[in-house]
């Protein structure tokens, strides 16, 4: 009976809708104004609220202890995103069992059950063929962040879209500054120098985005160009990719090597351009020698690294969704770049006090 009532729910047209943008951008006001239209159009949706699921501590702890560092907070996020995905996935799957408990550990239990209360009402099942709308709120500012969803949506055969809130910085800051725990305004000004907006000419998968300009409150139109996006999304899911495991794990290989190889050639630039500046500066030929010798073996540490993280993180099914020169200039700038201007800087101080 269970499985009858889970294939049921599978059969009901659902959509998986990313809202992204910056804190403060207008995220939540959005997707509360379109929660309220839904039911006008024969929808039962939820807010899958990522800072409602997600513990504080998951975000934060990072920040709090070593600056600014995206890169580590993107990595501690990554588990907690995905056990909100694996938490959906189920619902959709065994709603009868999911609502009762979240799947993982990483979720607040009672916001998990409020984000799906509404799914579930009037019936104590979704047996009826409703379509299911589950509205999904972060920041989603790396692209591989909103792939994920993708990923989900394609293997459920569910219906995707994407709303990026366009929102200057100031605005956005000022916004969260009224938030009774608002986001530290220095990870904001990170987050936006590494935002990646959705690109459908860039990754074809992202085409189903529409950008909204939200630094003035959105209007009635912009609500109604949501509405269609969703509509359309769940008219026309996804199919789910063949699974071919040989073919996933060569595209995997050859990408990674590709990545490696780009990062290679980037970091040799920046190392002549660091010897450059080390003869400007007058160096010792015994320290050029020790300057060469500790950027290449930082070079070498760096590219074992990068190619490890690589084929632990991206599981793209096909090669030309990864846009490899991103990956490689967003790992160079935040890695080597700065390793390579501490050891130079080092170097360059210890001669000026000999």
């Known amino acids: 009976m269970a499985a009858a009532v889970s294939q049921r729910v599978l059969r009901a047209p659902a959509c998986l809708c990313v809202i992204c943008g910056l804190p403060g951008a207008g995220k939540s006001t959005l997707t509360h104004r379109v929660l309220g239209t839904a039911a006008e159009h024969g929808w039962k949706a939820a807010v899958v609220s990522y800072d409602e699921l997600i513990p504080e ?11 600014v560092k995206l890169k580590d ?21 065994w709603p009868e069992v999911v609502v009762k408990l979240p799947s993982s550990p990483l979720i607040h239990g009672a916001a998990w059950q409020l984000c799906v209360q509404p799914l579930l009402q009037p019936e104590e099942l979704n047996t009826d063929g409703t379509p299911l709308l589950f509205l999904l709120d972060d920041n989603f500012y790396y692209q591989s962040m909103r792939h994920e969803v993708y990923q989900l949506a394609r293997k459920l055969s569910l ?7 366009q929102c200057d910085l100031e605005t956005c800051i000022s916004r ?56 359309m999304a769940l008219n026309n899911p996804l199919s789910p990719a063949e699974e071919n495991t040989e073919q996933k794990e060569a595209d995997r290989l050859k990408c990674a090597m590709s990545v490696v190889h780009q990062a290679d050639q980037a970091c040799r630039r920046l190392i002549s351009e660091a010897m450059k500046t080390a003869r400007e500066n007058q160096l010792p030929s015994e320290h050029m020698r020790v300057l060469a010798a500790r950027l290449n073996e930082c070079k070498a540490t760096f590219l074992l690294d990068l190619r490890k993280q690589f084929l632990q993180e991206v599981r793209f099914l096909q090669e030309e969704e990864v846009n490899v020169a991103q990956v490689v200039k967003r790992a160079v700038d935040s890695v080597f770049d700065d390793k390579k201007n501490e050891i130079l800087s080092q170097l360059i101080i210890i001669h000026k006090t000999m």
Request: aromatic letters at 8%; hydrophobic letters at 30%; charged letters at 25%.
């Open 57 to 67: 501590q998951a975000y934060y702890t990072e920040v709090e202890e070593d600056g």
């Open 73 to 93: 907070m993107h990595t501690n996020w990554k588990s907690h995103r995905q056990a909100v995905l694996q938490c959906i996935k189920q619902f959709l799957e």
């Open 159 to 165: 219906g995707f879209c994407q709303v990026y809130l």
């Open 176 to 231: 969260n500054q009224s938030r009774p725990r608002p986001t530290p305004v220095k990870v904001i000004m990170e987050m936006e120098k590494r935002l990646e907006c959705p690109n459908p000419h860039k990754n074809p998968w992202e085409f189903q985005s529409i950008s909204l300009n939200s630094t003035n409150d959105v209007s009635k139109s912009d609500i109604q160009r949501v509405i269609e996006l969703i509509s």
